[in-house]
C-alpha cells in the first residue's frame, strides 16, 4: 500500500519525491496488472511539480505536494478534450481551462501521473470499458475480477500503489463501489463540498466528487484539497456514539461472504463502545418507486449528452447506451414530478436519521463478479450493475455523504462497509469512520 504517511515517512529520512514518483511510473509501465488503467500519463508535469516539492521542502500546509495522485478521464484539463471514456468525444473541442479540482490540485502542489480510465460518461458500477480495456481488480492475483465503477482506473491506481490517492466522482457509488470491491477506502462528500465545475455531467443533480486512497485519514487529506477547506474532525471514539443498522432493502441478497463480514464488523464497533441499533429506515425502499420515469441519471445523461450519443450510437458501449436512452422522451413535468417526490422523501429521512450518528449497512451486497462472467452475458452484467449500485445510490438520492472501509477478514475477497450520513454531516461521518477503521484495525 502507498499511503500519505509512508510516502512522507521515506521524504523525512532522505528520498526525493521525484523518485517516489519515478517509482510510480515505473511501476505502472512495469507491472502487467497495471494494464488499462491510465488513458493519459503526465510523466514530465508530475516529475516537474515533485522536483518543485523538493526544492520547496516539506510545508505542513501542503501535506500533498509532490505525491502522486490520479484524476478520471471526466475532469478538464486545459488544452486536452476531456474523453470521459467515451470515444464518440474524440475531435470535440479541448478544455480552455483546469476543472475546479485539478486546478485545486496544482495548487496545492500534487504531482498529477494521469487520467485513469472508467465506464463509459460514467454510466454504471461494473468497471468494463470496451474502448479502452478493463482494469483488474488488484485483490484477486487467480481470478480476473471487475474493479467496480464507475472509478474504475482510479480504484486499481491506488491498489496497485501508482499513487497515495486518486480523485474519482460519484453518481450512484462510483467512488465507494470500486473501494469495497477493491478493498480500499472511498468517502463520497455531500454534493455541495466539492465543485463539478469542468466535469463532464452524468446527473446534475447527483454527481459528486471525492477520493479514493488506502486509509480515511488519506481520504480527507485529498478531500481537503478538493474542498478547498478541510473536515474539522472532533472525535475518534466510538464509545457513546448512537449507529443505525439499516434493515429494510439494502440487505437483500446478501451474498454469504459479504452477510459474514458484515456481522462480524457490527460486532466488532459494538465492542468497541457503539451502540448499534436494527432500525427499518423503510424509505430506503421506496427510492425505486420515487425515481420513475426512468430516473434522474438518464434523463439528466440523455439532456448533455444525448444528441452525440444519437449520431454515433455505434461507437457508444450498448450497456451505456441501452440505459442512457432510458431518459430520451422524458416530459419536463415528469422530471420536475421526480424532484419534488426526491426533496420530500430527503426530508422525511433526514428526520428519521435525526438521532444517530450515522447509519451502517454493506456498500454493496456482492464480492467483485469474474471479468469473463460478465462480458460473456448482458443478464449477468446488468444484474451485477443493479446489485452494485443499489446500496449507494440511497446516499446519492439522499445528497448524503458516506465512507466505504473494507470490513473483510485476511485471505477473504474484499467487503465494505459503508457509514453514511445526512448532507452537511460530513464531519460526523468522518469521525465515526476513523473510530471504525481503527476498531476494525489494520488490514
Known amino acids: 500500500m502507498m499511503t500519505i504517511d509512508g510516502v512522507l515517512e521515506r521524504v523525512a529520512g532522505g528520498e526525493t519525491c521525484e523518485t517516489i514518483v519515478g517509482e510510480a511510473f515505473e511501476r505502472g509501465h512495469s507491472d502487467p496488472a497495471a494494464a488499462h488503467v491510465f488513458t493519459a500519463s503526465y510523466a514530465e508535469d508530475a516529475l516537474a511539480a515533485a522536483r518543485a516539492a523538493d526544492a520547496a521542502g516539506r510545508d505542513p500546509g501542503r501535506p500533498l505536494a509532490g505525491l502522486p495522485v490520479t484524476i478520471k478521464d471526466l475532469f478538464d484539463v ?35 501521473t494521469g487520467r485513469t480510465n472508467m465506464v463509459e460518461y460514467a454510466l454504471g458500477g461494473v468497471g468494463l470499458n470496451p474502448h479502452y480495456g478493463n482494469p483488474r481488480n488488484p485483490a484477486d492475483p487467480e481470478v480476473a475480477r471487475v474493479p467496480g465503477g464507475s472509478s474504475s482506473g482510479a480504484v486499481v491506481s491506488v491498489g496497485l500503489g501508482l499513487a497515495v490517492a486518486a480523485v474519482g466522482s460519484d453518481t450512484a457509488g462510483s467512488v465507494r463501489i470500486p473501494a469495497a470491491l477493491c478493498g480500499l477506502v472511498g468517502f463520497k462528500p455531500t454534493q455541495a463540498r466539492v465543485p463539478l465545475t469542468g466535469a463532464v455531467e452524468l446527473s446534475r443533480s447527483l454527481d459528486s466528487i471525492g477520493p479514493i486512497a488506502n486509509s480515511v485519514t488519506d481520504c480527507l487529506s485529498l478531500d481537503a484539497v478538493l474542498a478547498d477547506a478541510p ?53 430506503f425502499g421506496q427510492i425505486a418507486e420515487l425515481n420513475q420515469p426512468s430516473g434522474l441519471s438518464p434523463i439528466e445523461c440523455w439532456a448533455a449528452h444525448g444528441d452525440l450519443v444519437r449520431s454515433r450510437e455505434g461507437d457508444v458501449d450498448h450497456r451505456v447506451s441501452q440505459r442512457m436512452k ?30 444517530f450518528d450515522a447509519v451502517l449497512c454493506p456498500t454493496v451486497p456482492i464480492v467483485a463478479p469474474a471479468i469473463g462472467d460478465l462480458e460473456a452475458s448482458d443478464e449477468a452484467y446488468f444484474e451485477a450493475n443493479r446489485l452494485l449500485l443499489r446500496n449507494p445510490f440511497v446516499v446519492n438520492w439522499l445528497d448524503g455523504c458516506a465512507f466505504s472501509l473494507p470490513c473483510q477478514a485476511p485471505g477473504e475477497l474484499p467487503v465494505g462497509l459503508m457509514i453514511a450520513g445526512p448532507r452537511g454531516a460530513d464531519a460526523r461521518v468522518a469521525e465515526v469512520a476513523l473510530a471504525a477503521e481503527a476498531a476494525l484495525g489494520p488490514r
Do not use: C, K, M, N
Open 326 to 355: 432510458l431518459g430520451d422522451g422524458i416530459s419536463v413535468a415528469d422530471y420536475l414530478a421526480i424532484h419534488d417526490r426526491r426533496a420530500r422523501w430527503i426530508a422525511e429521512t433526514e428526520r428519521a436519521l435525526e438521532p
Open 231 to 283: 473536515i474539522q474532525v472532533a472525535s475518534r471514539s466510538l464509545s457513546g456514539l448512537r449507529l443505525a443498522a439499516a434493515q429494510t432493502f439494502v440487505l437483500d441478497d446478501l451474498e454469504p461472504e459479504v452477510a459474514a463480514a458484515y456481522e462480524r464488523a457490527l460486532r466488532t464497533l459494538a465492542d468497541a463502545g457503539a451502540s448499534i441499533e436494527e432500525v427499518p429506515l423503510a424509505q
Open 78 to 112: 486545459a488544452g486536452e478534450t476531456t474523453l470521459s471514456g467515451s470515444i464518440v468525444r474524440r475531435g470535440l473541442p479541448a478544455a480552455e481551462s483546469d476543472a475546479v479540482v485539478v486546478s485545486r490540485l496544482r495548487g496545492a502542489g500534487v504531482a498529477i
